[in-house]
């Protein structure tokens, strides 16, 4: 009897060691499992999770649902990495939690007053999905498209799509183009093209979330803030600018020098801060267009950790989490309070279809649209 259970345990423990293994997905440095963003959307549409790695050990991870940018691993004053953006750790939570974290957003990044363009004498009516204005494209706007990735190299991710003509209203076929681009100085360039067969409005941009602290458990509103900017468009109650340009000096929108965000944002005497409920507007930038210029840096008097930002747009959005507030549960079960990042958006001036004094967002079959960004992260001890 027991010779017979001896050669069943020996037969059972061989047949274990023998049967083929499951295979352990790899985690990314930043601790995603690519497995929980392996889907299929439509029937059709493959989502993956794609990984850049730089010479300097920079990682950047990237899912072709929406463009977005997961995560950002970038060594701190004391040479550890960290992940500086909020994000999920997986598919699901992208499309069932609303949200923009690390969007391409499109076809136009910002508002546009009460959800109305002109094209030719024609007025379209756009959904309104904020304060009756049309944000970010519409409710399913492109930080919600399924593009097709390409990768090829490992510091380089092809992105490409159609919109059709009548997407969330806006008209025309646009064909789009975006390439990340991971350099060997730490800097994410992100290099946006898009053409037309009727005319209508593009302005893109990268809406990513950051936490330079790489705590976004907390506030990280004592960051320190640069802005090349003599002004800013005012906004009204809704979030839409007024047509005005107003000057910074004097005012909590003075980041011309760098001043860190906590002295800025509690200014409640200041109407647009009011508006805003913190700081949420555009600044005309000076660059005018030179994207050797730094238009603007943020950098962690915790970590060391800084961004800098390059872009031929003439204008970049200001944003410190201001409608965070705490439902919002992200990468490593961590919960989103408000102010947990900012985020700093190339981009033309909002509603500029409306402002005709303001540089054009109308593209026309036969033109090319452009726009440039660079994030480029680096250390100040």
């Given at each position: 009897?027991?010779?017979?259970?001896?050669?069943?345990?020996?037969?059972?423990?061989?047949?274990?060691?023998?049967?083929?293994?499951?295979?352990?997905?790899?985690?990314?440095?930043?601790?995603?499992?690519?497995?929980?963003?392996?889907?299929?959307?439509?029937?059709?549409?493959?989502?993956?999770?794609?990984?850049?790695?730089?010479?300097?050990?920079?990682?950047?991870?990237?899912?072709?649902?929406?463009?977005?940018?997961?995560?950002?691993?970038?060594?701190?004053?004391?040479?550890?990495?960290?992940?500086?953006?909020?994000?999920?750790?997986?598919?699901?939570?992208?499309?069932?939690?609303?949200?923009?974290?690390?969007?391409?957003?499109?076809?136009?990044?910002?508002?546009?007053?009460?959800?109305?363009?002109?094209?030719?004498?024609d007025t379209i009516?756009?959904?309104?999905?904020?304060?009756?204005?049309?944000?970010?494209?519409?409710?399913?706007?492109?930080?919600?498209?399924?593009?097709?990735?390409?990768?090829?190299?490992?510091?380089?991710?092809?992105?490409?799509?159609?919109?059709?003509?009548?997407?969330?209203?806006?008209?025309?076929?646009?064909?789009?183009n975006v390439t990340?681009?991971?350099?060997?100085?730490?800097?994410?360039?992100?290099?946006?093209?898009?053409?037309?067969?009727?005319?209508?409005?593009?302005?893109?941009?990268?809406?990513?979330?950051?936490?330079?602290?790489?705590?976004?458990?907390?506030?990280?509103m004592d960051g320190?803030?640069?802005?090349?900017?003599?002004?800013?468009?005012?906004?009204?109650?809704?979030?839409?600018?007024?047509?005005?340009?107003?000057?910074?000096?004097?005012?909590?929108?003075?980041?011309?020098?760098?001043?860190?965000?906590?002295?800025?944002?509690?200014?409640?005497?200041?109407?647009?801060?009011?508006?805003?409920?913190?700081?949420?507007?555009?600044?005309?930038?000076?660059?005018?267009?030179?994207?050797?210029?730094?238009?603007?840096?943020?950098?962690?008097?915790?970590?060391?950790?800084?961004?800098?930002?390059?872009?031929?747009?003439?204008?970049?959005?200001?944003?410190?989490?201001?409608?965070?507030?705490?439902?919002?549960?992200?990468?490593?079960?961590?919960?989103?309070?408000?102010?947990?990042?900012?985020?700093?958006?190339?981009?033309?001036?909002?509603?500029?279809?409306?402002?005709?004094?303001?540089?054009?967002?109308?593209?026309?079959?036969?033109?090319?649209?452009?726009?440039?960004?660079?994030?480029?992260?680096?250390?100040?001890?």
């Open positions: 009897m027991k010779k017979t259970l001896f050669a069943a345990g020996l037969a059972l423990t061989m047949l274990t060691a023998c049967a083929p293994q499951q295979k352990k997905e790899a985690l990314t440095m930043s601790g995603l499992n690519p497995a929980k963003f392996e889907t299929t959307i439509d029937g059709t549409k493959q989502v993956h999770l794609y990984t850049l790695k730089n010479k300097a050990g920079m990682e950047v991870c990237i899912t072709n649902f929406g463009g977005r940018i997961v995560s950002i691993m970038v060594p701190d004053k004391n040479g550890d990495f960290k992940d500086v953006v909020l994000g999920f750790d997986s598919i699901a939570d992208y499309q069932n939690v609303p949200s923009d974290f690390g969007a391409i957003i499109g076809r136009y990044a910002n508002r546009i007053a009460l959800g109305k363009i002109t094209i030719d004498g009516q756009l959904p309104t999905n904020n304060y009756g204005h049309c944000l970010h494209g519409g409710p399913q706007g492109w930080q919600y498209a399924v593009y097709d990735a390409t990768q090829p190299d490992s510091t380089t991710l092809q992105l490409a799509m159609v919109s059709p003509d009548g997407d969330m209203n806006f008209p025309g076929n646009v064909t789009v990340y681009k991971l350099t060997e100085d730490n800097g994410i360039d992100i290099d946006y093209n898009a053409t037309t067969d009727k005319k209508t409005v593009i302005n893109m941009t990268n809406h990513s979330y950051f936490n330079l602290n790489a705590n976004p458990s907390a506030a990280t320190i803030l640069y802005v090349a900017a003599d002004s800013i468009t005012p906004v009204d109650s809704t979030f839409m600018t007024t047509g005005d340009m107003m000057a910074v000096e004097g005012t909590p929108f003075d980041f011309r020098t760098a001043t860190p965000l906590t002295d800025r944002i509690n200014a409640s005497d200041n109407e647009q801060i009011k508006f805003g409920r913190g700081i949420d507007h555009n600044f005309v930038l000076t660059t005018k267009g030179d994207d050797t210029k730094p238009a603007a840096k943020l950098v962690s008097p915790v970590t060391g950790i800084s961004l800098t930002v390059y872009t031929n747009e003439p204008g970049i959005q200001v944003y410190t989490g201001n409608f965070l507030d705490g439902t919002v549960t992200g990468k490593r079960g961590t919960v989103y309070p408000q102010r947990a990042a900012v985020c700093l958006e190339t981009q033309h001036y909002p509603d500029t279809p409306n402002k005709p004094q303001w540089p054009t967002a109308y593209l026309e079959p036969g033109q090319k649209y452009h726009s440039h960004c660079i994030f480029k992260f680096g250390v100040e001890k």
